[in-house]
Nanobody, 123 residues
């Protein structure tokens, strides 16, 4: 069963969006989770990850200071708050459940993925 990502859309430069990712299996509360993105014509790249308790996070340099990852284990949901968006952030954003208690910037360490949600930032 895939994770269910939502919250994408069209926003102007400087705007904000909050992405959500729900795990219908309700089995990821002991696993790290992460967000990745894939822009047109490019490979999937790491954005942010969070450990199972939600008290340890890590970000790609390109989003550090602008994006915040968080989770609510009671709701089986991980979030990605995105501020100060720019056109380079345009991509399909994917959430994933890590095979381990911590997240990772390595996509191969993730067991399940969501279907992706499209974020488009206009200039």
């Amino acid at each position: 069963v895939q994770l269910q990502a939502s919250g994408g859309g069209l926003v102007q430069t400087g705007g904000s969006l909050r992405l959500s990712c729900v795990d219908p299996r309700r089995t990821s509360t002991n696993n790290g989770m992460g967000w990745f993105r894939q822009a047109p014509g490019k490979e999937r790249e790491f954005v942010a990850h969070i450990n199972w308790r939600g008290d340890s996070t890590h970000y790609a340099d390109s989003v550090k200071g602008r994006f915040t990852i968080s989770r609510d284990n009671a709701k089986n949901t991980v979030y990605l708050q995105m501020n100060s968006l720019n056109p380079e952030d345009t991509a399909v954003y994917y959430c994933g459940v890590s095979r381990y208690a911590v997240g990772s910037s390595d996509a191969s360490r993730y067991a399940r993925w969501g279907q992706g949600t499209l974020v488009t930032v206009s200039s």
